[in-house]
């Protein structure tokens, strides 16, 4: 649990059709790291590979919603990708010249009913008005006649200056008949214009006796309709092609190789996908590769010279909320010590003891449930609120309230001394455990005898101070690790012709010493936060008290605690990291190492 898994450089050998597939089948596993092997000779195709691809998601993006393959799987895309993306750019452009087409035919079928339905109503309301459209609209070489649909209640009256003009009410519209000499034809679209009416064509084939126009309208809204949905119903089977959506699927796991797994695409019969697994057993890859049906050889050779080899840390569900604690200082090798499955109990702990209150606990727990799915950073909110409500629990306080609750254990204001001086034997326990974890880390890499002298010895006098406060006997154990540490020291300038080295020893002993003491007293922070807590509560509650208004005391109370929990909630999280960071991780944890990333699969992006 507490040593990172080392992963295991792995190459494979694949048809150069399979190559993509075969990307794909080993990022699925979850355990393979993808990376190109610098010994392989460089890549081929791929910058046609990358142009084809690019250019069909550029196209895409113009159709937004409308392309279909959201959520299609991707082919077993065989063959050579490059020509596979060409012919997918091939068909997105054909599927996009049709579609364009229809959308631009359908804007303009849709415009040419609304026209039909404007000159049905203005048929029926000239009826109404015992107007003839054919005779209104006989041709004349000196008037210029127009009709124009205006908003109910938009056409005026007295303000058009024509020398003939005409109000004729619809059912939805005022329909204006306008007679004048063609010299004032800018003048009438200009008015009707600023009134929010639109100039109305009558077709050439709308003639004849008003029922002759009727059935000609109806014949003509007929047709148009008629096309109208067969060219939607043209729309939706293109929005629903399963070779567009299948193209588009295919494009889509193209991208996520270029992202990926580019450089594993190479000239000849078989292409090398290489990298790094944390496979227990290489032949998990072998069975993966084989039960998609692509046969490739598999094999776990040295890695290339000069390569990092990634660790995978603990990764648990309850473990994963406070793995940024860890990336914040390093990522260990794998001769260090994982620390991450002691976080989610010393980061709550700590927080909790800091900030102790019921009411703001939950706050911060529902905040950390909240954000649980956007902000994956924050979800130890939820495991932190809660430890701080349950040492809100025992010492009684909620939203800064003292009295509402009675503590488990104590009041922080009434006993000081016992809520300061707890946490110095949390802490010098962690820092011992710190030390303890440098031992273990020795043992790993075969140096625990050269550890034991020197180190070790520090480990052991540190421990025995810390008992001689309370057992005086423990300090005949201090001065035996002192004699030790000073015998190793002189054994070490005798054997190198150093004796100034003793100096240098006894000099980098006492500095040990001195940070192992302020480390230790520096966990008295840890009680100050918490009494701190309750000292800013019972200042809100005092203030808000002297208000005298049960307003304002409301409006103190929220503010206080409003400004607790966005202040004490960021100072208690910056101490508790420096805590960990610099009292327990700097005891041990190295940071030279490489975090294990698997490849995410094509659904990732």
Same mark, same amino acid.
């Given at each position: ?18 190559t ?11 355990v ?6 610098p ?45 596979l993306?060409?012919q997918?750019l ?6 996009s ?6 959308n ?32 209104v609209?006989?041709?004349?070489r ?14 005026g ?7 003939v003009?005409?109000?004729?009410p ?15 034809r ?21 003639s ?17 309709r ?5 060219l ?10 399963p ?7 295919n ?15 190479t ?11 944390t ?6 890859l072998?069975?993966?590769l ?6 490739a050889?598999?094999r ?20 994963r ?28 702990l ?5 900030? *102790?209150?019921? +009411?703001?606990? &939950? $706050? @911060?727990? %529902?905040?950390? /449930? =909240?954000?649980?799915?956007?902000h994956?950073r !924050? ?11 349950g ?49 273990v ?11 034991? *002298?020197g180190? +070790?010895?520090? &480990? $052991? @006098?540190? %421990?025995s101070? /810390? =008992?001689?406060l309370?057992?005086?006997?423990? !300090? ?6 002192l ?5 190793h ?29 302020m ?37 103190? $109370? ?5 400004f =607790?929990?966005t ?36 659904g990732?992006?």
């Amino acid at each position: 649990m507490f040593r990172p898994t080392q992963a295991r450089w792995f190459e494979t050998y694949v048809p150069r059709e399979q190559t993509v597939r075969a990307t794909e089948v080993l990022a699925a596993t979850g355990v393979v790291q993808l990376e190109t092997d610098p010994r392989l000779a460089e890549p081929v195709a791929e910058d046609k590979l990358r142009f084809f691809v690019e250019q069909f998601r550029s196209l895409a993006a113009r159709h937004g919603h409308e392309l279909p393959g959201t959520g299609t799987q991707a082919s077993d895309i065989l063959g050579d990708p490059v020509h596979l993306a060409n012919q997918a750019l091939h068909r997105l452009r054909v599927w996009s010249a049709r579609m364009d087409f229809l959308n631009a035919h359908l804007e303009h079928l849709r415009a040419e009913l609304r026209q039909l339905d404007l000159l049905e109503e203005c048929l029926a309301a000239m009826a109404r008005a015992n107007l003839d459209l054919d005779a209104v609209f006989h041709k004349t070489r000196f008037l210029c006649k127009c009709l124009f649909a205006c908003p109910k209640g938009g056409a005026g009256e007295a303000e058009l200056k024509a020398g003939v003009d005409r109000v004729i009410p619809g059912e939805g519209h005022d329909f204006l008949y306008v007679a004048d000499l063609p010299d004032q034809r800018h003048a009438i679209r200009h008015w009707v214009v600023e009134r929010g009416c639109e100039q109305m064509g009558i077709p050439a084939w709308l003639s004849g006796d008003r029922a002759n126009q009727w059935r000609t309208l109806a014949r003509r809204a007929a047709l148009l309709r008629r096309e109208r949905a067969d060219l939607e119903h043209e729309r939706r089977a293109l929005r629903r092609d399963p070779d567009m959506a299948r193209a588009r699927a295919n494009v889509d796991t193209l991208h996520w190789y270029l992202g990926h797994a580019a450089g594993t695409l190479t000239a000849g019969p078989f292409c090398h996908v290489t990298g790094w697994t944390t496979a227990p057993d290489p032949r998990y890859l072998r069975q993966a590769l084989e039960k998609a049906g692509i046969r490739a050889v598999l094999r776990s050779p040295h890695p290339p010279e000069q390569a990092r080899v990634p660790v995978a840390t603990l990764d648990n569900w309850w473990a994963r909320p406070f793995q940024p604690f860890l990336v914040m200082w390093g990522t260990p090798d794998s001769m260090t010590v994982d620390p991450t499955p002691l976080l989610p109990f010393i980061v709550p702990l700590l927080f909790g003891y800091m900030f *102790p209150d019921l +009411g703001h606990g &939950l $706050v @911060l727990a %529902l905040l950390g /449930l =909240a954000l649980w799915g956007r902000h994956p950073r !924050l979800r130890f909110l939820l495991t932190c609120g809660l430890a701080s409500a349950g040492f809100g629990l025992l010492f009684g306080e909620v939203f800064g309230f003292h009295h509402f609750l009675t503590p488990l254990w104590l009041r922080p204001l009434e006993a000081p001394e016992a809520v300061l001086l707890l946490p110095l034997p949390f802490g010098a326990g962690l820092m011992l455990l710190g030390l303890v974890f440098a031992g273990v880390e020795a043992y790993w890499r075969g140096e625990l005898f050269r550890w034991l *002298p020197g180190e +070790g010895a520090v &480990l $052991v @006098l540190y %421990l025995s101070l /810390l =008992a001689g406060l309370l057992a005086p006997w423990a !300090l005949v154990l201090a001065g035996l690790a002192l004699l030790q540490y000073l015998a190793h020291a002189v054994h070490r300038a005798w054997r190198d012709e150093r004796w100034a080295s003793v100096l240098e020893s006894l000099g980098s002993l006492a500095l040990s010493l001195f940070e192992l003491a302020m480390n230790t007293l520096s966990f008295l922070r840890v009680g100050a936060f918490a009494l701190a807590h309750g000292a800013l509560s019972l200042a809100v509650l005092t203030l808000a008290d002297g208000t005298g208004s049960a307003w304002a005391w409301w409006a103190v $109370v929220i503010a206080g605690n409003v400004f =607790a929990l966005t202040l004490e909630g960021l100072l208690v999280f910056v101490q508790t990291t420096r805590l960990v960071l610099f009292e327990f991780f700097v005891r041990f944890l190295e940071r030279e190492g490489r975090l294990f990333r698997p490849a995410p699969g094509p659904g990732a992006g």
